[in-house]
């Protein structure tokens, strides 16, 4: 244990000493984000370095563009797994949720306004079910999301019908998709607002209450309640949370492609995963931060980006990607492992 | 502790019986805590101090009895219940995040919200205000071996993490402090920092229930020592009155109260 003789003066003047240790594996427990960050940094040089193209304005914007979708599912996983839980169900409730916006007011007649909101409440609905199923009847987070994960995609489907919906040029669906920027540097509104959603969160977790017990539960859900904490409460809070932000997801998505399919990339609910775990935040719960998550994400989109422009066939792009997780969980477990001292 | 027969009882029971199927677990048990004092429940496995300690802190009902708390009748519907009158229990298994830093678990589900605009709309911490009063707390119980309020409790030892429970614990007002084997994780130099922490809460004027195994630990602290056998409280002795042999003899029923 850390026994010092402390100074027996009533008072002292100088705050208590900070403890630093040189340690790299403390230093990364501390920071979490400091892995992501150099990753993201040594991979973009590299990258930059092997095809010059990559640094190219038209390639960048294109690399931020497509982030802006799986950054935001992979946010809303980010604060389900900082509780110890995961989601497998991201993907179809995006899915859902878009094809509800963009259903009803193409086929339904909706004002596009009222059928943005109809799909916000239906990918609220994705994660009260989740929640009540982790919370009311205590089913794991695994298998109740791999439920509704099944349960998500056949209603998408039943709904769509097979369609591929496009929303009027006019529609606000249509919004995130709007390009901003000068020259070849085009982003679009959705990733701003996949930015914005990133800010807000970093803030909500790190500096409010209710920030603090989603960290508390998923350190020691036991030790959280003891506390006084309402466990359940932040529980469910958080599988709602983050269904509105695959609404939102769902809604960008549309904006990228102007339109709605559910034909769409049926890796969503890994690739969110992979994000959340290459940028640091723990599978094991309590551990890891929103910007550790957005550097995962732009990791994953760098290599994908960097790897193919380098011309390397796709296959490695899997290859690189699956290693890079392989890698990000053992740094993870390492890290974790107790320290007596 | 001399204690008067005048003084109230900041906490008191009367009569308590909770069974479980067949098991009678408490049947008529009595109970008395003096405010300033040191009050060690012992008992063989199975003499219903746990479910004795349960009742107090509000974690089960009793199905009959009364319990008192400064004089008042009460009954706790749950933990938080009798966390907000002022009795606060800390479990074997501490009650830490070990990933949150030392004045993060003091404040740990009471956090101060800023007074200002951005406290009120956006809910914003006072995590100053929360380091500095938790680093008070810390310095006013004499706690030296926790150095630095910003560490996360992982990387402390077992008597340190004891240290923080018991700061929180003491932090915030509570009459009544319930420690459930505190040292029973420790080695004897840790050991013996919490013991002086525990005086330290009693010459505060808090009341301490003591539960322990460790009958050289209940000497050194105990005021009064609460001998529970067979659901009922058979003796209450002080460490003065009784040796440690007689006090194990009356507690596995081989000598009468």
């Known amino acids: ?341 | 502790m001399t204690q008067t027969a005048t003084r109230t009882p900041i906490l008191a029971a009367t009569g308590l019986v909770k069974t479980f199927g067949h098991v009678e677990a408490l049947r008529g048990a009595d109970f008395e805590l003096f405010p300033g004092e040191v009050l060690a429940v012992i008992g063989d496995n199975g003499a219903g101090k746990s479910t004795l300690i349960q009742c107090l802190s509000g974690a089960i009902a009793p199905d009959e009895g009364h319990i008192f708390f400064d004089g008042v009748e009460v009954r706790f519907k749950d933990p938080l219940q009798a966390r907000h009158a002022g009795i606060e229990t800390l479990y074997q298994s501490l009650a830490v995040s070990p990933a949150l830093d030392i004045a993060s678990n003091i404040y740990l589900g009471r956090e101060l919200r800023r007074r200002d605009v951005v406290g009120r709309v956006f809910r914003m911490l006072d995590i100053r205000t929360m380091r500095r009063l938790a680093e008070q707390y810390v310095r006013n119980l004499g706690i030296e071996t926790l150095q630095d309020i910003t560490q996360r409790v992982e990387v402390l030892s077992g008597g340190q993490r004891q240290a923080v429970a018991i700061a929180r614990a003491a932090a915030f007002g509570s009459k009544v402090i319930i420690l459930d084997e505190p040292t029973a994780a420790l080695g004897v130099r840790e050991a013996s920092h919490v013991e002086d922490l525990i005086r330290t809460l009693r010459d505060r004027g808090l009341a301490v229930v003591l539960i322990s195994h460790n009958m050289p630990s209940v000497f050194r602290l105990a005021d009064r020592i609460h001998i529970q056998r067979l659901g009922r409280r058979i003796a209450v002795v002080t460490p003065q009155s009784h040796s440690m042999s007689e006090v194990v003899a009356i507690m596995t029923g081989a000598a009468a109260a």
């Open chain 1, 1 to 341: 244990m850390a026994e010092r003789s402390t100074v027996t003066a009533p008072e002292r003047t100088t705050p208590v000493g900070r403890r630093r240790s040189a340690s790299a594996r403390e230093m990364l427990r501390a920071h979490p984000t400091l892995g992501p960050l150099v990753v993201l940094v040594v991979s973009v040089v590299v990258f930059g370095l092997i095809n010059t193209r990559f640094f190219s304005p038209a390639n960048l914007s294109i690399m931020l563009q497509e982030v802006a979708v799986i950054g935001l599912l992979a946010l809303g996983q980010t604060i389900i797994i900082l509780t110890a839980g995961i989601d497998l169900s991201v993907g179809a409730a995006m899915i859902l949720a878009q094809m509800v916006m963009a259903g009803t007011e193409v086929n339904s007649g909706v004002p596009a306004g009222l059928a943005l909101i109809i799909g916000m409440l239906v990918a609220l609905l994705t994660g009260l079910a989740n929640g009540f199923l982790v919370t009311r009847l205590h089913v794991p987070p695994f298998i109740a999301t791999l439920g509704t994960l099944g349960v998500f995609t056949a209603a998408g489907l039943k709904y769509a019908n097979g369609q591929t919906v496009n929303p009027p040029q006019s529609s606000v669906l249509l919004w995130s998709g709007k390009l901003l920027g000068t020259g070849t540097f085009r982003i679009t509104t959705g990733v701003l607002t996949m930015l914005a959603f990133y800010l807000v969160f970093a803030y909500v977790l790190g500096r409010t209450a209710w920030g603090r017990h989603v960290y508390a539960v998923g350190d020691d859900i036991e030790a959280a309640r003891l506390s006084g904490i309402h466990s359940a409460r932040v529980l469910l809070s958080v599988y709602v949370i983050a269904g509105l932000i695959y609404g939102v997801a769902g809604w960008v998505q549309i904006g990228r492609v102007s339109s709605a399919s559910t034909n769409i990339s049926p890796t969503l609910n890994l690739d969110s995963i992979t994000a959340v775990v290459i940028g640091g935040v723990s599978l094991f719960g309590g551990r890891g931060a929103v910007l550790g998550t957005l550097l995962g994400a732009l990791i994953v989109q760098v290599f994908q980006n960097g790897l193919a422009l380098a011309g390397v066939q796709e296959l490695y792009q899997q290859l690189a990607e699956g290693l890079l997780v392989i890698a990000a969980v053992s740094v993870d477990r390492w890290i974790r492992r107790e320290t007596r001292q």
